[in-house]
């Protein structure tokens, strides 16, 4: 009897525990309800906005619009790009969520209660607020309310765009794509004179566009290089500002009163259109140069220092990190030139004079049977040069020079072309030392090169002759 008692007790306790159960799941959705939704909750056209501010980890960020234009409340001198602001506002015109949650009774749970990021949004006759809350556990989208008593989820994140800091709405500097470069000069130290001209009878290389103007002429230049000093220029991350408004008192604190260098690149962006001209300033702060300098060993190079950039008369005055910053400042005719003795095209060679060790021997081309094919020949007989070859384009400067060498000739060249400007190329080797040679290219003295490369030619012939 006793055992049947406690049974039925158990049995009631369960059925109250079921009960509360389901009383409190039906009162849970009474108070909570959740539903698909693809309501459009807010339509807030871009143009009518007149102000708009925004609370998140980085603190508060306030605009207002003055004339069509947004302007920075804290500071109105700060560039602000409009398009940027408008691009931020612009889902608010017509902002729809995923799911609505009615009833709310605790606001906590959706991380409402402290909000990640507040978005005010003004206009002339209403502000709108907009809580940004945490995400969902099951489809990971911001919980989201604008103060109607619901809460809804949102498929688009507006802090994508509201997670915005001052710096990311600058209205920058833009450097052009440039199209084709006709020109670059610059000033200061090792200063350049660069100008374009298509099939120049001063070069035998075929890919060479770029000449350095010079007392004596020109000087071709690697097209390679020059391009890659434009793209510096061209790829600048015009970003990080140190000034957006610079005084006279931060220019000569950037030492751009006096840049140490100025690139003027003049381009057209289509064929047969008039040039146009980018402008582009560049120094290093004049304390932190002499700081790196005192800081020197003596002999050593002082350590990179970190550089500004303006464009033009702009207002606004970039950081550049040291090593674009160096790039710039370092580039010259001798980091822009080709560093190959010869940077000619073999296919346009039709023979090969060595003199070595007093004495001449001669490599001869003729076209072979099959099209576009050549064969090389040696005394008669036929040889392979592509040794030859490899050496003689792997003679590289190492340090440029205009000395006349003095050492003992290790061995001389004369390539034949195919080029009515250039159809023999005289290029002759000296010891110089264990680990360097001397090139002189046409009678003047071009570069140093790794003597190395030079014992390679060498081989190169001898292992065709004997």
């Given at each position: 009897m006793k055992r049947q008692t406690k049974l039925i007790a158990l049995l009631a306790v369960l059925i109250v525990i079921c009960l509360a159960a389901f009383l409190a799941s039906r009162h849970e959705e009474q108070l909570e309800q959740i539903r698909n939704s693809d309501a459009v909750i807010l339509e807030i056209p871009t143009d009518s906005l007149t102000a708009l501010s925004w609370t998140g980890e980085d603190g508060t960020l306030s605009l207002h619009r003055e004339n069509g234009s947004w302007v920075y409340d804290d500071d109105p001198?700060?560039?602000?790009?409009?398009?940027?602001?408008?691009?931020?506002?612009?889902?608010?015109?017509?902002?729809?969520?995923?799911?609505?949650?009615?009833?709310?009774?605790?606001?906590a749970q959706y991380g409402l209660d402290d909000p990640e990021c507040t978005i005010t949004l003004t206009t002339a006759d209403k502000t709108t607020t907009v809580q940004l809350?945490?995400?969902?556990?099951?489809?990971?989208?911001?919980?989201?309310?604008?103060?109607?008593?619901?809460?809804?989820?949102?498929?688009?994140?507006?802090?994508?765009?509201?997670?915005?800091?001052?710096?990311?709405?600058?209205?920058?500097?833009?450097?052009?794509n440039f199209g084709t470069v006709t020109g670059l000069q610059a000033d200061g130290d090792n200063a350049l004179a660069i100008t374009r001209q298509e099939d120049s009878p001063d070069t035998y290389c075929a890919d060479d566009v770029f000449f350095q103007q010079l007392d004596s002429g020109v000087l071709p230049l690697d097209t390679s290089l020059v391009n890659?000093?434009?793209?510096?220029?061209?790829?600048?991350?015009?970003?990080?500002?140190?000034?957006?408004?610079?005084?006279?008192?931060?220019?000569?604190?950037?030492?751009?009163?006096?840049?140490?260098r100025t690139f003027t690149v003049t381009y057209t962006m289509e064929e047969d259109a008039a040039e146009e001209t980018f402008v582009l300033h560049v120094s290093r702060d004049p304390a932190k140069l002499q700081e790196a300098i005192d800081n020197a060993e003596e002999g050593e190079e002082p350590a990179d220092v970190a550089g500004y950039v303006r464009v033009g008369d702009s207002q606004i005055v970039y950081n550049i990190n040291a090593s674009t910053c160096a790039s710039l400042l370092e580039a010259s005719q001798d980091t822009l030139r080709h560093k190959e003795v010869f940077p000619g095209a073999f296919d346009t060679v039709s023979q090969i004079?060595?003199?070595?060790?007093?004495?001449?021997?001669?490599?001869?081309?003729?076209?072979?049977?099959?099209?576009?094919?050549?064969?090389w020949q040696f005394n008669g007989a036929e040889v392979s040069v592509s040794s030859l070859e490899s050496a003689i384009a792997s003679l590289s400067a190492t340090e440029f020079t205009t000395e006349q060498p003095t050492g003992k000739e290790e061995i001389s060249l004369v390539i034949h072309q195919d080029d009515e400007n250039f159809p023999e190329v005289h290029i002759t080797l000296y010891r110089v030392d264990g680990t360097n040679c001397a090139a002189v290219v046409d009678g003047t003295p071009f570069a140093l090169v790794s003597r190395s490369s030079v014992v390679d030619l060498i081989e190169a012939v001898n292992a065709l002759i004997l």
């Open positions: 001198a700060f560039p602000v790009d409009n398009d940027i602001v408008d691009g931020m506002a612009e889902q608010f015109a017509s902002f729809g969520v995923a799911f609505e949650i009615t009833d709310v009774t605790d606001t809350g945490t995400f969902s556990t099951m489809d990971s989208q911001r919980y989201v309310s604008i103060g109607d008593g619901k809460v809804y989820l949102v498929s688009h994140d507006p802090y994508d765009e509201f997670d915005a800091v001052l710096s990311d709405l600058i209205l920058q500097d833009t450097v052009p890659s000093l434009t793209n510096t220029i061209r790829n600048l991350s015009l970003t990080d500002y140190a000034s957006y408004n610079v005084s006279q008192e931060e220019l000569d604190t950037f030492g751009l009163t006096s840049p140490e004079d060595v003199t070595l060790e007093g004495n001449s021997f001669t490599f001869t081309s003729a076209p072979g049977e099959e099209e576009d094919s050549v064969v």
